[in-house]
């Protein structure tokens, strides 16, 4: 049973323009959300994370908004960039409990 | 250098056969994990541990082993019993083993079994 959901598997949008990614989960013990992004034939990479005591976390071009009541969260990357092309996987967990992982979503930036 | 190793990055093997993944880190990490990941599927965990000589399954540990003799290495067994170990495999670590320590990956190897 997928306890975190990333129902769209690919997104594109040109460049300079918003991409907004998002997550759903399940569990509502899950206090943690993290993003990570991953090129091809490589590891993933830790993007930004959000505890759930906030509802917005920033840094720099990468926006992580979370609604509890929702059990949503999602990725904003503005403006995108062609480097930005990637899978987005979306995470999350509780305390010293395992991570969970989203299915990914791959972004396509256009120049 | 500070990171995660992984070797090989390919790997191919008969059925039937056993396969042994390397995974190094020297980050000085306490918790190590290992993943597979299939194509169109999120990363799913195999096994973990959080100290040497200490190890837990994950959600999908049959047909794998693991060991955890030092610190800095953790390495993953696919035995004959995995019914479908063709994947990429990836291993992480972080600090101290809870969500809020950031895991750090490896690139991975891709296991083929013809």
């Known amino acids: 049973d997928q306890q975190v959901k990333q129902n769209s598997p690919s997104l594109s949008v040109q460049e300079g323009r918003i991409s907004i990614l998002n997550c759903d989960y399940t569990n509502s013990m899950f206090d943690y959300f993290l993003w990570y992004k991953k090129y091809p034939a490589e590891g993933p990479t830790f993007l930004i994370s959000?505890?759930?005591?906030?509802d917005k976390n920033e840094d720099g071009r990468f926006t992580v908004f979370l609604n509890k009541s929702a059990k949503h969260l999602s990725l904003h990357i503005v403006p995108s960039q062609p480097g930005d092309s990637a899978v987005y996987f979306c995470a999350a967990g509780a305390g010293a409990n395992n991570l969970f992982f989203g299915t990914g979503t791959r972004l396509t930036v256009i120049p | 250098d500070g990171g995660i190793t992984q070797s090989p990055k390919y790997l191919f093997r008969k059925e039937g056969q056993n396969v042994t993944l390397s995974c190094e880190q020297n980050?000085?990490?306490?918790?190590m994990y290992w993943y597979r990941q299939d194509p169109g599927q999120g990363l799913r965990l195999i096994y973990y541990?959080?100290?040497?000589?200490?190890?837990q399954k994950g959600d999908i540990a049959e047909g794998y082993s693991v060991s955890r003799e030092k610190k800095e290495s953790f390495p993953l067994t696919v035995t004959s019993a995995q019914k479908n170990p063709t994947a990429f495999y990836l291993c992480a670590s972080s600090s101290t083993g809870t969500v809020e320590d950031t895991q750090y990956f490896g690139p991975g190897t891709r296991l083929t079994v013809l």
């Open positions: 980050l000085n990490h306490d918790a």
């Open positions: 541990s959080q100290i040497v000589n200490d190890f």
């Open positions: 959000i505890s759930s005591i906030k």
